[in-house]
């Protein structure tokens, strides 16, 4: 008996683990219904994951509670998936140019809080980036 709530206590859990997650990470591609994020791990050097992008995936842009100190869902992002593709795929150039110069400290990609259910991201909260700053 004892074996079996042992047994029946891992399942629950892991499947509570696999049911939901969130991470903070740097996207660093995003196309044909698939993600790559570089996984923040605290100190350790980041993690590349491959994840698949639900269809009816939330984009919003992220804003920081102050009392958590953690990443909220705003407003929706201008553009949705198109936009968010774009954006990763600039900053992937750049990020590629910075490199080639030799310089440093710049980002790895799209900074964002990565919600999945199973298998697939549900939710992107996109923070930084967008709206470029027009000429005076």
């Not at 399942?11 to 991470?23: H, K």
């Not at 790559?36 to 939330?58: F, I, M, Q």
């Amino acid at each position: 008996m004892l074996k079996f709530v042992a047994a029946s206590l891992v399942l629950v859990t892991a499947n509570a683990v696999a049911a939901a997650d969130e991470f903070v990470g740097f996207i660093t591609k995003f196309e044909d219904g698939k993600m790559t994020v570089k996984r923040s791990k605290g100190t350790e050097p980041p993690e590349e994951v491959t994840l698949k992008v639900a269809d009816n995936v939330k984009i919003v842009r992220g804003k920081v509670n102050q009392d958590t100190m953690k990443i909220e869902a705003g407003e929706a992002f201008e553009g949705g998936k198109d936009a968010l593709a774009k954006q990763v795929k600039e900053t992937a150039e750049r990020v590629k140019k910075y490199i080639e110069e030799g310089k440093k400290g710049f980002g790895l990609g799209v900074f964002a809080r990565i919600v999945t259910e199973g298998d697939k991201v549900t939710e992107i909260r996109v923070t930084g980036g967008g709206k470029k700053q027009q000429d005076k």
